[in-house]
């Protein structure tokens, strides 16, 4: 918990290295124990070798000045027109020039350029909705809905084919080859969205955030064909095969929908913050978190044909009938899973991370 805070402003293009929220107006910045100025600056997400002068509370101070509690910080950048020599007291002289005039979409070598103390000038000119243009977001929705009914026509055929008395546990064996098969179609699945995710983006957390939202838009849209081409599944309590890697998933379908939702909501978010020049910060309680929640999901999917296969094997697990599905475990991890999306989109609207 954060005991101190001052009061901070940041003047002209600073307020490029900050959120929307933050830009053009004083905001509390919060601290403990006695943090340098430099540091303060540098923790909020600005460079401090672009800072050209700091006021405290209306004295011109250097970066080794100590924030105290009620401090009013004010930052500018290089002055242009005015000579400030005599109350500058972050370095010899004050920083010269603008030097570099960069496109839009030259951020990354801007922000290279900046932290190596170039002066450099960049800005956005197209102002952005926060989302991938219309036509690639469009593409990406036409993509994921494409893929579900190839995946649901696929699903049709082998009903028809291996269950054609209806699709109800126990669900009995498959042929060997035709479950080789259908588990090398699923992991084709996955690559082929992943790599639309990697031609839609161009930065690790971008491509993360496209695929979220793609398998997203897929595995509903999926549901959705098969409602409409077999009238299944009855309901959303209706337990289904969700895959097969590397035994089979069961679960009833509310289960994968409501991951997806969530994939599709937070990777919304996070889009929306990469385009507003945030970055996604992400430190181990987030990853711990994720992970335990991811655990904790797949654990509710797989024990029930784990269990059978460790005591009965093939066959135990072709005659498996699912009574009842583990929720505890799949809303503590979905809880989970919640919470880390929340708190890194949250943080990540604060200010600069480290993971792009």
């Not at 509370?57 to 000045?65: A, C, D, E, L, P």
């Not at 997203?216 to 409409?228: N, V």
Request: with cysteine.
């Amino acid at each position: 918990m954060h005991p101190h805070a001052a009061e901070v402003r940041f003047y002209e293009e600073l307020n490029d290295f900050l959120p929307p929220s933050r830009r053009k107006r004083a905001f509390s910045y919060l601290f403990s124990g006695n943090p340098s100025i430099k540091d303060a600056v540098e923790a909020i997400g600005v460079p401090h070798t672009e800072v050209d002068l700091i006021l405290v509370n209306g004295s011109s101070v250097g970066f080794g000045y100590h924030l105290r509690p009620g401090d009013r910080v004010s930052v500018y950048p290089v002055f242009e027109s005015l000579d400030i020599s005599p109350v500058v007291r972050l370095r010899a002289r004050p920083l010269r020039r603008t030097a570099f005039v960069l496109d839009g979409h030259l951020g990354k070598l801007a922000r290279l350029l900046r932290m190596f103390g170039f002066d450099t000038l960049y800005r956005k000119l197209k102002a952005g909705s926060g989302l991938p243009g219309f036509r690639v977001f469009g593409s990406l929705i036409a993509f994921a809905v494409a893929m579900a009914y190839l995946e649901a026509a696929v699903v049709v055929y082998l009903r028809k084919i291996f269950y054609p008395g209806g699709f109800v546990f126990p669900l009995g064996e498959m042929n060997p080859f035709a479950y080789a098969v259908e588990v090398g179609r699923e992991g084709a699945t996955i690559v082929m969205l992943a790599t639309v995710a990697c031609l839609a983006a161009s930065t690790g957390v971008r491509r993360l955030a496209v695929f979220a939202f793609l398998f997203g838009i897929w595995d509903i849209s999926y549901y959705i064909w098969l409602k409409l081409l077999l009238n299944w599944p009855e309901s959303l309590l209706t337990w289904d095969i969700l895959f097969l890697i590397p035994v089979s998933w069961i679960g009833p379908v509310l289960a994968p929908v409501l991951i997806s939702l969530l994939l599709v909501a937070g990777s919304l978010r996070m889009m929306r913050l990469l385009e507003d020049g945030c970055a996604a910060r992400v430190d181990r309680w987030d990853w711990l978190g994720a992970s335990a929640g991811v655990l904790l999901v797949l654990y509710s999917f797989m024990e029930d044909m784990t269990i059978a296969l460790l005591q009965g094997g093939a066959q135990a697990a072709a005659a498996l009938v699912p009574a009842k599905f583990g929720w505890p475990a799949f809303l503590a991890g979905f809880a989970l899973m919640i919470g880390v999306t929340l708190r890194v989109t949250r943080r990540s609207g604060r200010g600069r991370g480290t993971i792009r």
